[in-house]
């Protein structure tokens, strides 16, 4: 990674997690905001924050501008990993190296507390009416209930917990990434497009590059699965394969989802390539990043 | 209950239940869609949406044009019961006389189908600029989510779960219930005021009648659950008492309870005449349903 990127991706990192504590201050019982502050501390790298921030950026808006969105979004990627991990989901004790919400709070209070940020978010989104008009605050709203909604991410959610214990072809393996994973992934970069005023030609090459970066980044996910650090990971390797999940690697044998990766880089970068933005250079570095990192 | 408000009951339930879903079609994975409808179908009596649409109308307004709101009002009423009735929350086997949204589809899908009922609503509440103008629709967008969320709904859960075994306090049991349920009850009538263009005064006054309506709504909760009929109320009876709970009747006695609610009564009635509405027999007729109900 250069220094350009790491300085910004941390002082970015560091932004965010400040935003999302001061949009939980006071907000509710002592225990139900212990839990919600949790996982919201627990949480990793803030990628669609900032995913939101560099194409806000690179169409000349700011970071100020995205915060109440970016935070939302955020909210309700960590309802979501709460939900997941509870015992009826995947089960899970141990996430980023810390035990999961439930095992420290016990499952009814995670799944409040899940409950909790995932309705907070659409509060919070709410304040964006500070620096956008009300009629681009509404599109941002029903987009955002899209995306994480029975359309988008827990459509995905449902399909990946059906698709369990059995082979799955590579279509519907996309297509589950495609919601469950991609649909966050792709409102991230849409909205900070739709807070930058991008133009219609914009939005739909944005589209393009947010859908090839959202499927690189679950390959990238499948592969680390395969061959990462444990320690850096925070979750035991091989658990795929342990779980008989169907993933890229297991599809396109580790090779082959290689290959699959360095093609959709490939179209990722081709579409924005084909922007022309003016400052397009972070966006550019967060891709690869992105498909190069090892947790 | 008189004819006239029998015919509006119904009617207006019939509308709701349509409206809820036509919004519901194709929304997501056939397993999934049919989780959420099961629980949207086994829906009680839509008294939170008929309150909006009576508020809305006793100032001039038409339920056309409370249809979205409503909606989301009541999926979100209707993903809180699907969680609340978990086994690590109330762990109840049926509601209404039905089983449990878990007990039918199980305890992953039943949080994924709240999960998506809540998300999906706030889709749905953005609809509502069909009719309304995108400032309102932003200002109802808030009110929900605070209504529903740490500061409201959720926390008032917390809060229960908290009370459980233990004596509660008067006051403490009257904040879980502002909490729990009476924060989307007061958003019943006070977003059917937003949506009849209603003056700050009248705002206020509806406010007063909506915190002590929904009051009383909750200790006739109370008081059926020691003296009603478990073919008509669908759930044992009783079973406050045997989970411990402390209750209105239970810390007042039955007579003191019933005397709270006619206090109750009283003073959401000299609110309602405060207002001097050109129509407000049915919202009234609702209130003497509200607290005389028999389930």
Known sequence: MNNDLHTYLKDNKKFIDQALLNYLDQKGPASLLSAMTYSIKAGGKRLRPILMIATAEALGS???????????????????????????MDNDDFRRGQPTNHKVYGEGMAILSGDALLTHAFYVLGEGKRFLDAETVLRLYQMLAEAAGPT????????????????????SLENIHRNKTGALLRFSIIAGAIIGNASEEELSTLHTFAAHLGLAFQIKDDILDVEGDVDVIGKPIGSDEVNHKSTFPSLLTLDGAKQRLSQEVEMAEQALT??????????????????????
């Open 62 to 88: 700011s970071r100020e501008v995205c915060v109440p969105v970016a935070c939302a979004l955020e909210m309700i990627h960590t309802y979501s990993l709460i939900h997941d991990d509870l015992p009826s």
């Open 152 to 171: 988008g991410m827990v459509g995905g959610q449902v399909l990946d917990l059906e698709a369990e214990e059995q082979q799955t072809p590579l279509d």
């Open 274 to 295: 084909r922007l022309h933005l003016s400052e397009s250079s972070m966006l550019r570095a967060i891709t690869h990043y992105m498909v190069q990192r090892v947790s």
